[in-house]
């Protein structure tokens, strides 16, 4: 049977998959799931009920999602904090803020409008746990908590939840932001609201694309994940910096005052150097993902930091974090944690990070980033294999090996199989496009004929 919950929560095209019984079940199993422990113990010691964060991005199906999980934790005997609309980090902070025992955000990040999902904080607002999420989704069939009388839930509004993370997002920062020029670009999403007021506050001008969200234009068009309008506004405006969240906040994008973009690889070589060189950086090292750049590992042997590399997905990195008590590290895609913050990837608190460090040090988000030299890097995914039979091929692992041996130290091969669909995922990095092109394609064809035999 198809598990659940997927990388990050569960998504699915809202009201087809992802419909209002099911969310309703999801509350009624979390409630019985994440009510235990110490903390709501402790609660109940008191006298008083279990509580719970609930937030959503702005998109139209999020607004009966939300009541449907509200009323499957009310009716569970748990108080519900409904913070309406804001970011996925600022919901893992409000759960650790507010000592609520557990959170529920819904949002289906840098999705599309019809797409939405539903996570889960723990106590503190850190992420699940793969199998406390398993037993989520075993208790959905098992009996619920049915309380009475004064026992229910109650739910009532979050009033100071933007407020209170307002003055967390200011008091992350190092230093002012004065006489820099930053256009965001909120996605339509989450950010629009908090992004451009912190950025503000902290001194920044500010000029705002992307946040007028109406329900149905999250993401579209904007926002992390389509970056042509944010270079296009900061040529415009003569901007010294673009930052482009998604639609839930949890990522951040960078665009120079020539319209380059600087993807998280970049921006996590930015600030991990910044921070060694102000003694923050714990044991000196980065954590990030396999499909990192090379480019950003030579970057920080160059500099003295160590990188500690993880499979693909936040959650991995933040596993390493927090095992080891690292306080930096993210993904390529935007995700960058700061473990003294957050307990989640937060694309506003890493964009005001990049800009507080253009004021601290008087340079240009282009002279920061050449710290890192970025490999020409393809990723090809070849579709209809088996990739369960990836492992102990001879043939591709000999072509691997020919292709690694051709690259030298001038570039790197992985092969993955995707853990959620059938495609192999070949990337290839090396000195030139043509080589990392022509090197990978050859590596996708020699996938496809062996898996695609083996499976026949």
Same mark, same amino acid.
């Given at each position: 049977m198809t598990r659940l919950f997927g990388t990050d929560g569960?998504?699915? !095209? &809202? #009201?087809?998959? *992802?419909?209002? @019984?099911?969310? *309703?079940?999801?509350?009624q199993a979390s409630a019985v799931v994440l009510t235990r422990g110490h903390h709501a113990d402790a609660r109940r010691a008191e006298g008083r009920r279990p509580t719970a964060v609930l937030a959503r991005d702005p998109r139209v199906s999020g607004e009966f999602l939300a009541a449907a999980v509200a009323a499957g934790l009310a009716s569970s005997g748990v108080d519900v904090l409904d913070a309406g609309v804001i970011t996925t980090p600022a919901a893992a902070f409000l759960v650790d803020d507010?000592?609520?025992d557990f959170g529920v955000m819904i949002s289906a990040s840098h999705n599309p409008a019809p797409d939405n999902g539903i996570k889960f904080f723990a106590f503190g607002g850190t992420k699940l746990p793969d199998e406390v999420e398993d037993r989520i989704e075993a208790t959905m069939d098992a009996p619920r908590l049915m309380p009475v009388g004064g026992d229910v839930g109650r739910?009532?509004?979050?009033a100071d939840a933007e407020d209170r993370y307002v003055v967390h997002l200011l008091g992350a920062v190092k230093n002012r932001l004065d006489g820099i020029h930053v256009?965001?670009?909120?996605?339509?999403?989450?950010?629009?609201?908090?992004?451009?007021? %912190?950025?503000?506050? *902290? /001194?920044?001008?500010?000029?705002?694309i992307g946040a007028d969200p109406d329900g149905m234009n999250? #993401?579209? /068009? %904007?926002?992390?994940?389509?970056? +042509? #309008?944010?270079? @296009? &506004?900061? !040529?415009?405006?003569g901007a010294d910096v673009g930052i482009a969240h998604d639609g839930d906040a949890d990522r951040c994008l960078a665009v120079d005052a020539d319209g380059n973009v600087v993807d998280g690889d970049q921006i996590m070589a930015i600030l991990a150097v910044a921070m060694k060189e102000r003694g923050d950086l714990v044991h000196d090292t980065l954590v990030a993902t396999v499909m990192s750049n090379l480019g950003l590992k030579r970057a920080m042997a160059a500099n003295g930091i160590a990188m500690v590399e993880t499979g693909v997905g936040d959650r991995y990195v933040l596993e390493a974090m927090n095992e080891h008590g690292y306080n930096l590290g993210g993904e390529q895609s935007g995700h960058i944690v700061f473990a003294d913050h957050a307990t989640t990837g937060d694309g506003i608190l890493t964009g005001l990070s990049i800009v507080a460090e253009m004021a601290r040090t008087g340079k240009t988000l282009a002279e920061l980033a050449s710290v890192m030299t970025v490999f020409p890097q393809i990723l090809? #995914?070849?579709?209809?294999? +088996? =990739?369960?039979?990836?492992? /102990? +091929?001879? %043939?591709?692992d000999e072509a691997v090996l020919a292709a690694e041996r051709e690259l030298g130290d001038s570039g790197r091969v992985l092969l993955r199989p995707s853990g959620t669909e059938q !495609? %192999? =995922?070949v990337m290839v990095e090396a000195a030139s496009q043509d080589d990392a092109d022509r090197i990978a394609h050859s590596l996708a064809e020699v996938v496809r004929e062996r898996l695609a035999t083996a499976a026949a």
């Open positions: 569960v998504r699915g !095209l &809202a #009201n087809r998959e *992802l419909t209002a @019984a099911l969310a *309703l079940g999801l509350a507010a000592r609520a739910i009532r509004r979050f256009v965001l670009d909120c996605a339509h999403g989450a950010a629009a609201g908090v992004s451009p007021e %912190v950025f503000h506050d *902290l /001194g920044a001008k500010v000029t705002v999250i #993401n579209d /068009g %904007v926002g992390s994940t389509h970056l +042509d #309008n944010l270079a @296009a &506004a900061v !040529l415009e405006h090809i #995914n070849v579709r209809g294999v +088996d =990739r369960t039979r990836l492992t /102990g +091929d001879e %043939v591709i !495609l %192999v =995922r």
